[in-house]
């Protein structure tokens, strides 16, 4: 039976793991590479590597690090930050990624998915979407949370799904941070509508919040978190002998 | 040394990062006196069959192939790859494969039912049905990495393996000197990479 996936996420700027809550007050944690190869080592099922350097020379180091973790970490490695063309798309996966996450990227362009559907295939095409409740309805945000861009998130969601998107990576602004679990809420109206894979971010602050995630809405496929790894709140070995145990499909490292 | 099939398609930094780390020199090359000099070929492949299947037709490779792995040389076809294989494929239309191991690639999609997500997308357990060389370092219930919306099907005499999603779906072939993983290796952390340790014993 396929395993319900762990993914931590690594926030990076110049070179280094950052993480805050809010999406303000970032945080120096540690070294990319090590950090990767030290939870591939523990089980994380995939890594994420988000890019939030502003830079030129920062984007440079960026890919360098990718190279590098490329070369010694063997789980799948999903790529996002700075990705606005289908030439983003190319520099990233020729460094090692092996699926691409858009955001900011598709909404102001709302041709790239497709483009880079069609010429990478889905498998490789993943939609990050910050989402926030305004109103009483789901809006995505742009630019890290900041910028409401006025799009209502499922139907936007959805579009991105029917232009060739092959995963959504589903992120609440609303719980992130604030460790008091995802935001199932949230991740239902969206899991009801896609048929590919969802991933939840944003809220996770304990094992139970996982268990909860998978138990509650068996078609989110992962999870997804930053500082309670980076800050070993959570350790993935764990995490993945509770899921066991409560008869959620993980794939544990014995 | 170990020759990566470089026809165009995919992207292949991780798969020669894989055979580094454990120690085996692998090339990615177009050039036919590499493939010959090669001890065993990698035939990767991802995205559309009938895309990767013209590439590798154009790209004036096939036929060299062919003609090493009939001679006996060892290849593993990896992913689409593998599924290039096979005598048919049942992706957007009807074309031929390779050939080299009997059976089909058709969609899940006919298979299972409607719940289920098509691609298969994430870490699933290896279920032994024939014994493979490529087995030696691991272990049934080994997890290995899928991605893919397609699978091999009458192939049930070369099938060494199969993974449960929905229904059984072939995870790995061998006929003789050639195997074929749907899987990822290069991206099934240390499973992966002892498969290919056992792959690169081979001459």
């Known amino acids: 039976m396929i395993t319900k996936r762990i993914i931590p996420c690594l926030d990076v700027r110049n070179g280094r793991v950052v993480k805050g809550t809010n999406f303000e007050g970032l945080r120096d944690v540690s070294s990319p590479v090590d950090l990767a190869d030290y939870y591939s080592r523990c089980g994380a099922d995939e890594l994420v590597f988000y890019d939030i350097t502003a830079s030129s020379d920062g984007r440079k180091l960026f890919t360098d690090i990718l190279r590098e973790t490329a070369s010694r970490v063997f789980i799948p490695l999903t790529v996002g930050g700075g990705i606005n063309t289908v030439d983003d798309f190319d520099r990233v996966l020729k460094c090692g990624a092996d699926k691409v996450s858009v955001n900011s990227g598709a909404i102001r362009n709302p041709s790239l998915v497709k483009e880079a559907a069609l010429k990478y295939g889905s498998q490789c095409v993943v939609i990050s979407a910050d989402v926030k409740r305004v109103n009483g309805e789901f809006r995505v945000f742009a630019k890290g949370g900041r910028e409401d861009t006025g799009l209502e998130a499922i139907s936007w969601i959805c579009r991105c799904v029917d232009n060739g998107a092959g995963e959504v990576v589903l992120n609440s602004i609303d719980t992130d941070g604030v460790k008091k679990g995802f935001d199932l809420e949230m991740l239902k109206a969206v899991s009801d509508r896609v048929n590919v894979p969802v991933i939840a971010s944003g809220g996770a602050g304990c094992i139970q919040d996982f268990i909860d995630l998978f138990k509650t809405l068996p078609r989110v496929d992962a999870g997804l978190a930053a500082s309670i790894f980076h800050f070993g709140e959570v350790k993935i070995a764990d995490l993945k002998h509770e899921m066991a145990k409560n008869g959620i499909p993980a794939r544990e490292i014995l | ?203």
């Open chain 2, 1 to 203: 040394m170990t020759a990566i099939i470089d026809y165009g398609v995919g992207n292949l930094f991780s798969l020669k990062s894989s055979f580094s780390a454990i120690g085996e020199e692998a090339v990615i090359t177009k050039d036919i006196s590499v493939l010959e000099r090669a001890d065993r070929l990698i035939l990767p492949g991802v995205g559309a069959f009938r895309d990767a299947r013209k590439a590798l037709s154009e790209s004036g490779l096939e036929e060299k192939v062919l003609e090493l792995v009939k001679g006996g040389k060892p290849m593993m076809g990896i992913c689409l790859g593998m599924q290039l294989l096979f005598e048919k494929d049942y992706e957007d239309g009807e074309y031929d494969g390779l050939g080299l191991i009997p059976g089909e690639v058709r969609p899940i999609r006919e298979k299972i039912g409607d719940s289920l997500k098509i691609p298969q997308i994430g870490w699933n357990a290896l279920i032994y049905k024939n014994p493979s060389k490529i087995f030696k370092y691991i272990k049934e219930g080994d997890f290995v990495y899928f991605v893919h919306s397609y699978h091999a099907t009458g192939c049930e005499t070369y099938t060494t393996a199969v993974t449960e999603y929905g229904a059984n779906l072939t995870a790995s072939v061998e006929n003789g000197n050639v195997f074929g993983c749907q899987f990822h290796p290069e991206k099934s952390g240390d499973v992966g990479l002892n498969i290919l340790r056992a792959f690169v014993e081979m001459k």
